[in-house]
T-cell receptor, first 112, second 119 residues
Framework: DQQVKQNSPSLSVQEGRISILNCDYT??????FLWYKKYPAEGPTFLIS?????DKNEDGRFTVFLNKSAKHLSLHIVPSQPGDSAVYFC???????????FGQGTRLTINP | GAVVSQHPSRVICKSGTSVKIECRSL??????MFWYRQFPKQSLMLMAT?????????EQGVEKDKFLINHASLTLSTLTVTSAHPEDSSFYIC???????????????FGPGTRLTVL
């Protein structure tokens, strides 16, 4: 049972444009959501997170939007840069449990 | 930022042998460490939660006798894959939680992962 889903395995965006990565979840008990970035042969690095009491959180070029009614979150990167090319994972947790449930990941490629 | 290391980064072994993977928090003490497994083109799956000085908590479907976890100190957790078989071939990643940083999961720092190939 995949509780966190990233339905797009890959995304290609031109440098300077906006990248939008999507994530859906099924468990309404999740109350905290995170995005991680992962390069090949490296562990995931934390990007940005959002609590279920908010619908938007912004940090520099990265903004995460949460739509609880739709059980959907998205990560916006603008402007996209070549160094943003990586695999992006969304993850969810509940009750501060620290146990992360990950999506399958989306490979983002930024084209010059 | 906090650094977590894993050793080895890559290991190839014969079927039936045991393999030990180390996870170290280099500049902080981690009361809790997590072990994940990632199969190709799939998400990271939590295998177990390792607490210093106590037994690990395993996720449903993960064999505790096959995947032995030891969290002997606040900076080291080890995962031993016993009697490894080809289906155990995977990318194993650990993470460490920095204490006192709040109750949210953004305090988890991930290691670089270990690629295990069982022949």
């Amino acid at each position: 049972d995949q509780q966190v889903k990233q339905n797009s395995p890959s995304l290609s965006v031109q440098e300077g444009r906006i990248s939008i990565l999507n994530c859906d979840y099924t468990n309404s008990m999740f109350d905290y959501f995170l995005w991680y970035k992962k390069y090949p042969a490296e562990g995931p690095t934390f990007l940005i997170s959002i609590s279920s009491i908010k619908d938007k959180n912004e940090d520099g070029r990265f903004t995460v939007f949460l739509n609880k009614s739709a059980k959907h979150l998205s990560l916006h990167i603008v402007p996209s840069q070549p160094g943003d090319s990586a695999v992006y994972f969304c993850a969810a947790t509940m009750g501060g449990a620290q146990k992360l449930v990950f999506g399958q990941g989306t490979r983002l490629t930024i084209n010059p | 930022g906090a650094v977590v290391s894993q050793h080895p980064s890559r290991v190839i072994c014969k079927s039936g042998t045991s393999v030990k993977i180390e996870c170290r928090s280099l500049d902080f003490q981690a009361t809790t460490m997590f072990w994940y497994r990632q199969f190709p083109k799939q998400s990271l799956m939590l295998m177990a939660t390792s607490n210093e000085g106590s037994k690990a908590t395993y996720e449903q479907g993960v064999e505790k006798d096959k995947f032995l976890i030891n969290h002997a100190s606040l900076t080291l957790s080890t995962l031993t894959v016993t009697s490894a078989h080809p289906e155990d071939s995977s990318f194993y990643i650990c993470s460490a939680r920095s204490p006192g940083a709040g109750g949210f999961s953004d305090t988890q720092y991930f290691g670089p992962g270990t690629r295990l190939t069982v022949l």
